[in-house]
């Protein structure tokens, strides 16, 4: 996967993580383990895990050069009397440029996105 500054965004994964772990990571899609407080690319919101978890694979066999090398980071959120969500995300990005980088791409394939900092 190409960025729009023209790096690899693996390769920037691994000047921050550990080889061994970005591998576990990125099979296991544990992408949030790696980093707290990290930035991330939300893709969409759904009512549920299921849902999130098929709307992420529908994506990635949709957009595979783009999405294809990326962990999914679900992310429950308790809106109150709007119910629970889950948020569909790929993380964590090393930093904000990063983030909006890969973002800018997904627009450009015609798909909503923005970038949110975990806290």
């Known amino acids: 996967m190409r960025l729009v500054d023209g790096g690899n965004i693996l390769s920037k994964f691994r000047r921050i993580v550990p080889a061994a772990l970005l591998v576990v990571c990125l099979v296991l899609g544990t992408g949030p383990a790696l980093a707290a407080g990290g930035y991330f690319v939300q893709l969409a919101s759904v009512?549920?895990?299921q849902s999130a978890r098929q709307e992420w694979a529908r994506l990635r066999k949709a957009h595979p050069a783009l999405l294809g090398d990326l962990a999914l980071a679900v992310q429950r959120a308790d809106l109150g009397d709007r119910g629970i969500y889950y948020r569909i995300r790929t993380g964590p990005?090393?930093?904000?440029a990063t983030a909006q980088d890969m973002c800018a791409q997904i627009k450009a394939?015609?798909?909503?996105?923005l970038v949110v900092r975990d806290k």
Request: aromatic content about 8%.
């Open 47 to 49: 009512k549920s895990d």
């Open 109 to 113: 394939a015609k798909l909503d996105c």
């Open 93 to 96: 990005f090393p930093n904000r």
